[in-house]
Nanobody, 119 residues
Framework: QVQLVDAGGGLVQAGGSLRLSCAAS????????MGWFRQAPGKEREFVAA????????DYADSVKGRFTISRDSAKNTVYLQMNSLKPEDTAVYCC????????????WGQGTQVTVSS
């Protein structure tokens, strides 16, 4: 049973940076996919970024390309989301998630961490 624990959120001014982390415990396969999603108040959850556990195949939402970077440290079983040049519209609860290689959707979720960007 895999568990995901998100951390690293906080309050930052526009233009600032934050790094989110997602610590994973349990059995993880190299082809499993790790992703970050976010949900702002009154809006639907949206995809932010994803990476395969091996570190290959990164993918980003257009709204964060060039500003956010997803990475993983297999030795620490942790996935990171480095967020630079933050904007007020990035304010949301950010959750990491896992999609098993044999499934078509993300099915394991972290508890979420709040990111607030002030103008």
């Amino acid at each position: 049973q895999v568990q995901l624990v998100d951390a690293g959120g906080g309050l930052v001014q526009a233009g600032g940076s934050l790094r989110l982390s997602c610590a994973a415990s349990g059995q993880i396969f190299g082809s499993d996919r790790m992703g970050w999603f976010r949900q702002a108040p009154g809006k639907e959850r949206e995809f932010v970024a994803a990476i395969t556990w091996t570190g290959a195949g990164t993918d980003y939402a257009d709204s964060v390309k060039g500003r956010f970077t997803i990475s993983r440290d297999s030795a620490k079983n942790t996935v990171y989301l480095q967020m630079n040049s933050l904007k007020p519209e990035d304010t949301a609860v950010y959750c990491c998630a896992m999609r098993r290689f044999y499934l078509s959707s993300f099915s394991i979720w972290g508890q979420g961490t709040q990111v607030t960007v002030s103008s």
